[in-house]
């Protein structure tokens, strides 16, 4: 199966040729060259109708899935756009999408670490272990021991508050 390129297997070369570099068009331009910059620099303006907007064409790009979470930031844009500006719109959409993808982030840690912890009921989940504070001779409680007391209080993992 052969695979379509972008150029249909044209070479691709830029149309700007050896006149978009200044150091070309200082060595020296003939009369001809002079008439086709011109006209290729006329041709780089854009009308006032100019990006055009066609919604059908980006129906077309992008899935239905994309489309579908798109919408909330998508209205919000074209609420804005009046107020704001285009460029402007835009950027409040873009952050907008960015910060909420981060507290969303941010919230399904903090929701995993707290009901899914590691006690003596699961496998999985997060253990945390917590160090004892350093302690170095000269200190008031210098030989410092382990709060735990008794054998069974290694690796309890929780059980003794257990309610059953």
């Not at 570099?21 to 011109?38: F, L, S, V």
């Not at 994309?66 to 950027?91: E, F, N, V, W």
């Not at 952050?95 to 009921?121: E, P, R, V």
Request: charged fraction near 30%; include cysteine.
């Amino acid at each position: 199966m052969v695979e379509a390129s972008e150029t249909s297997g044209v070479k691709p070369f830029p149309i700007g040729g050896r006149m978009v570099r200044e150091r070309e068009r200082c060595i020296g331009m003939t009369d001809e060259e002079r008439a086709w910059r011109k006209k290729y620099l006329k041709d780089q303006i854009l009308s006032e109708h100019e990006p055009r907007y066609v919604p059908e064409y980006w129906k077309e790009r992008t899935n239905v899935i994309r489309r579908i979470y798109k919408t909330p930031l998508d209205m919000m844009h074209k609420a804005l756009t009046p107020i704001l500006g285009h460029s402007r719109a835009y950027t409040v959409r873009f952050f907008t999408g960015k910060f909420a993808m981060i507290f969303a982030g941010i919230y399904a840690g903090w929701y995993y670490l707290k009901y899914n912890s590691n006690d003596w009921t699961r496998k999985g989940g997060w253990r945390v272990h917590e160090s004892r504070t350093i302690s170095l001779p000269g200190d008031s409680d210098f030989p410092r021991l382990s709060q735990r007391t008794k054998p069974s209080d290694y690796a309890n993992r929780g059980f003794d508050n257990s309610p059953i």
